[in-house]
């Protein structure tokens, strides 16, 4: 009885002890986590991980681990890449390849829920921690605290997911989890437990992180900068946090009714009790749509801060750009229905979703025109950010006719489900978001650490990548006119796998291209000392992020800038304001108000992990303790009185000062 | 340098497929770029109008992105350097305008074709009555019955060449599947408790796929299904073959099949019960109760 309430459902057998493959992953994982626990003891740096990571609430810090989670991530999101090319590739007629069925199906799910839930959200979310406030000129998020909470739940649902991989299961349905084959009667598993409850942790840690940069951006913004004096990238985190707001709700509300069917006996999806499955579809997807516009219109935005730097030129177009965000916002929301033209809806209903769909292109393409002559009379700088940014040019103009291509409902009843639709989504999330973050990390590397990448690694980890792109997804779109499908494991008719060789040799490119970024950055760290960013503008920037030191100091801003323009960095300088005038002793510092750090967020993350876990394999105890737990130390939290301090006024001096030494000593050499 | 290389990528890739494409030449292709039928052929069509209204816009991007990259560059030093340059309303009204223009042409296709080639419509320019098909997606099997002959078959579809089938589509004890024969026409969801309708008209002999393309659990990669396109006569010769299966679609064989199984060989019955679809469809349009109507079946893996 009490190993019921304590276990649930959970006995040693939900570990698969015979799985060579799972297995070795676990050792490999363990083995990981026990090396970085080894040395932290070694180094005794259990406090510093504590005090300065763990509890800081600073968002450059929150970014920072951000960044890790997604990289974390995405190395085993890549690694179920490895699998199912190498299974497609072999796995023709007779052959049925080296993964069952059960297997090949978690592992495709569960590469779309890591990609872009934890692989896609963290890198936006770490670049947004790492330059939105500084680009609009303040100290910190609006909610320190919550933004700390938000990383928190966001690590949490991700390790739910993890732990999938070695207890239990993970979900066999793909990555939208469709009922009825997500409800019981199909699935009576924990797959699509672990699929709800590492969701609805992670959807809980963007939801508030979305709220957080809109209170941010409404109320934070340097005295000066009114709408249209925000850098792009503002824009576009704005337009895209708005969606954040509007669309998680959504999700959380339609896995909870899931949650509820599969847990409480309930139909709200079951399609024989009186529940519709249409409901769950159109619902996932009333938040999927918008999803990958969140995703893309932060990319949107990096693309228009790098071409407008390297190529040493204002951005072209910035109202239009502003409204083009704008419109494609709003039109996210009244074009989910393309996702199922199949469904069987009537031919007005299609055409209706189908033409919204197009009229999308049309700002989309608008922004791109004003890109491309963002260049035409500039001078550019053939850096590794703006490598991806031409990159992105062929790559998402094909992947977005592809897209438009497929608003038409009876071309899309030829390509729906085929693999010409994962070659498309593939060309927009990768060629468009993807291209757009390494950008953006490599942009903005230096304002977090102190330093630039390794400039030719870098190059060639590009080139890699791009080949590499695309062998791996144009022979898909052959195959996928040719009447091949998404999700298969096994295929009768060998006339497929050549392309599938091909493929799965594009995807090896790729890996190539990823351990040459990981090589980078190891490069990087070695020779830090020699691309020390030390004037805090490495590429010549335009916005305020660039007129700090790098990496910037706790407080950000010495003094809070004031702005009458747009880019007012380009144009301080080229007014030449502040140069050649600074003088040590007439620099006047004030007492800087900021936040203290707390461990309030991790330890109620660590409690939501728990029990959603708990709700995973239906253990009462776990789950009364977790729950409890978040709301004694969300109360215990707010009796906490003491939660701010003041950096004296003579620190900030001596930061500042340091800063201005290193750079005086650059000018002179 | 790198434009250099990013040209070069884009020239390898496309000879890679261009390879693959003349290896796999045209008799073998198997979908939408080889269609069989009036829908798949008109959708293969529009496929290509779409591309090409979409690459008087596309082909531009590319080539500027191009030029513009490499013309500009920092170390060509040219004169013409406008750092501040960054509006023009000629410009931006250009290619505001231009697209509205491309996507107002395509949204009248789009309307026209979507209601012309409405699976649920009969096809246009084929008026004569239909020959009714019912499509029973079972788990990872198709039963496809001839209700005005009383035959049925598993995984294996012939049809009469320019006749126009009116496919009547529904699920039994699998989750939403999707019905597709790709060089025939538009695929359709399958769903418990609906009847989905599809018309669809073949004009050239021969034996082509058929398939589902919803993952729908384990046996998913294998539900595929033969179709076999006849001449009249060899359609009513198989007919009266069929009628002689010693195989009968009883209650109890209709249950055997509910059981999940994976890449079933083609079955033929004769006899079938009256009005079994619509029974399959009102089992669960008009379950009581909260278990799955199928539950009690012992399910056996």
Redesign the interface.
Known sequence: MLAQLLFGKLTLDAIPFHSPIIMGAFVFMVLIVIAVLFFITVYGKWAYIWNEWVSSVDHKKIGIMYLILSFVMFLRGISDVVLMRSQQAIAAGENLGYLP??HY?QIFTAHGVIMIFFVAMPLMFALLNIALPLQIGARDVAYPYLNSLSFWLTFAGAMLCNASLVIGDFA???WLS????SEL??SPGVGVDYYIWSLQVAGVGTLLAGINFIATIFRMRAPGMSWMKMPVFVWSALCAMILVALAFPVLTVTLALLALDRMM?M?FF????GGN??LYINLIWIWGHPEVYILILPAFGIFSEVVATF??????????MVWAIAIITFLSFVVWLHH?F???A???V??FF??AT??I??PT??K???W???????????ATPM?WV??F??TF??G??TG??M?????D??????LFLVAHFHNVIIGGVLFGYFAGFIYWFPKAFGFRLHEKSG?WA??FW??GF??AF??LY?I??????????????T?YQ??LI?AALGAALILIGIILQILQLFLSFKYRAFLRDHTGDPWNGRTLEWSIASPAPLYNFAVIPSVNSLDQLWVNKQLQIGEGKIHPNRLHYEAIHMPKNTPAGCIIAIFAGITGFALVWHMLIPGIVGLLGIIATVIAKSFITDTDYYIDAETVRRTELAHLKELAQCTVK | M??R??K???T???S??AI??L??CST??????NPKGIV?F???K??FN??AL??I??LP??I???T??YH???SH??K?????????FF??SL??GI??VI?VV??L???K?????????KVTGYNQSSMVIQVIALPWKWLFIYPEHHIATINYLVIPIDQQIEYWITTDNV??S?FFI??L?????T???MR?RLHLVATQIGVY?G????????????M?FAVNVVTPEKMQQWLNETKKSPLHLTDQAYNELLHPTINDKPKFFSGIPNNLFENVVNT?MN?T??A??R?NLPRKE
């Open positions: 069925p059960e199906d066999a349905t793909g469709y009922p009825p084959l009667y199909y006996g139909h079951t399609d024989f009790a499955v249409m190529s040493q030129k204002k951005l072209f177009g910035y109202t239009t199922f199949t469904m069987g009537g031919a007005d299609n055409s189908g033409i197009m009229v292109a049309i393409g608008v791109v025109f004003n491309l002559f963002t260049m035409y009379k500039g001078r550019i700088i053939l490598l031409i990159a040019f062929t103009a094909i977005g006719m438009v291509m608003a038409v409902p009876p071309v009843f030829q390509v729906h489900n085929s190059m590009f080139a791009v080949i695309y062998v144009m022979p052959v996928g006119l040719d009447g091949f499908m998404r999700r298969n494991s096994h295929y009768a008719n006339l050549p392309y091909v | 790198i434009a290389m990013r070069n990528s884009v390898i890739a496309a890679c497929l693959l494409l290896t796999g073998h292709l198997l979908g939408l770029l798949a008109e959708e293969r529009l496929f779409t591309l979409m690459l816009v596309v991007v590319i500027m992105s191009f513009f990259v500009y560059q920092a030093r040219t013409d350097y406008k750092p501040n340059w960054s509006h023009s410009l931006e290619w505001w697209p509205c996507i395509l949204a296709l789009t309307w074709k979507t209601h012309e080639y409405d699976p649920f419509n989750p939403m999707a790709p060089q026409g538009s695929q359709i969801y769903m418990t408790g989905s796929d398939m589902n393309t919803q993952f729908n659990g384990n046996g998913f990669s294998d595929h669960y379950s109760g909260t799955h109507p539950s």
